[in-house]
């Protein structure tokens, strides 16, 4: 029997507090897709509200926020969007804005820290006279923060510079926010002013901020009407939605605050691993609460072997390729579970360099991993 679990595969397994379950046994609520839901309608304006855009709109996911947003925005099939080659719109949403929204997706390189070359992204704009042959370039796309880079933040001024392209284009922007309270807390900027120059964001409640489920939308509200359409049309209209959102409004309001901490761990941990001998972390690149650590070429543990240890110990990480992983912390993650992990890590590399006496990891303080 494992004698405990520390979770590190995403911000997502986060399960719901006793607060946030008071709140959706007591959520007042209506039939949303009636435009009725008071519980519904009070999450969507506090959102729209923090980002500074006229109205908000309540969806099952962020996948689900960011394929409506784009297929508003590419209103006429065959339209192209520009967006990073690492981008999780790119990457990791099974390809809908082209299975379901005919539009063609125009990749940019992703830079190491998430952004992407203004001047690529002015290139990868196609020239008006030829729409006989090209598609017709209508959005950008950016990610904040930016989680294959491991979580690095798009400052306010790039994305204002990216922002001034489109407009000198007649493009629109949108801003994949999945983690965009943990950049504005790791960058000391208000929300409302790093997608200050964006058309439409989806905000996720359920990663950094732990909400069991649900994204919200913003932009004008002629965006959210189109927006509430298109979610009616893929299924996304729920009826009693309001206890849900009770719960994202409870994430909202209790565990922004928690995210510095977040932070703040996740680099303890990232310099704690990189000490390792055997694993590598870039330390300058944890900004917020991701992690990736890479198992050093030549090292005499592979990573089936690495996983399958700490999983018998009760830690899970995320496999990325061959000899990477991803750790991910979140407000349920303690200090304790910090220094048990690595611990865990610890023991499941001291085997190899026992023999010479090459590995040590030292700590200023006693750790109680009850």
Request: hydrophobic share 40%.
């Amino acid at each position: 029997m494992v004698a405990r679990t520390v979770d590190l595969r995403s911000d997502t397994v986060t399960k719901p507090t006793e607060t946030m379950r008071a709140a959706m046994a007591t959520a007042e609520v209506d039939d949303d897709i009636l435009g009725a839901d008071p519980t519904a309608f009070r999450l969507e304006s506090e959102v729209a509200k923090i980002t500074g855009k006229e109205a908000g709109l309540f969806v099952s996911s962020g996948t689900m926020g960011n394929l409506i947003s784009v297929l508003v925005h590419c209103d006429i099939r065959g339209s192209e969007v520009i967006l990073g080659d690492n981008s999780h719109i790119h990457i990791y949403e099974n390809g809908g804005i082209s299975t379901i929204g005919g539009v063609h997706p125009r990749p940019v390189k992703n830079n190491e820290d998430g952004t992407m070359d203004i001047d690529s992204i002015e290139v990868a704009i196609r020239d008006p006279r030829g729409e006989l042959v090209f598609p017709t370039t209508k959005l950008i796309c950016l990610e904040n923060s930016h989680a294959n880079s491991g979580g690095r933040c798009l400052s306010a001024e790039y994305t204002d510079r990216v922002g001034e392209l489109a407009k000198k284009h007649g493009l629109k922007l949108h801003i994949d926010g999945a983690r965009i309270f943990n950049a504005s807390v790791a960058l000391g900027v208000p929300v409302q002013r790093l997608v200050q120059a964006a058309d439409s964001v989806s905000v996720c409640l359920s990663k950094g901020l732990g909400a069991p489920v649900g994204s919200v939308i913003v932009g004008s509200k002629s965006f959210i009407t189109k927006a509430r359409r298109l979610r009616k049309t893929l299924g996304g209209g729920m009826r009693q939605v309001g206890f849900i959102c009770a719960a994202a409004f409870v994430a909202l309001k209790e565990n922004v605050e928690k995210l510095d901490g977040d932070h703040k761990k996740a680099k303890e941990l990232a310099e704690g691993l990189n000490q390792i001998k055997g694993l590598k972390v870039d330390i300058a690149a944890v900004e917020t609460n991701i992690i990736y650590v890479d198992i050093v070429e030549g090292s005499k543990i592979t990573a089936e072997k690495l996983y399958k240890n700490l999983e018998e110990q009760g830690v899970l990480v995320m496999p990325k390729g061959l000899s990477r992983m991803r750790i991910v912390l979140h407000h349920q993650i303690s200090s304790s579970d910090v220094h048990y992990t690595l611990s865990c890590f610890q023991q499941a590399f001291s085997g190899m360099h026992q023999e010479n006496g090459s590995y040590s990891i030292s700590t200023s303080r006693d750790v109680s991993y009850s």
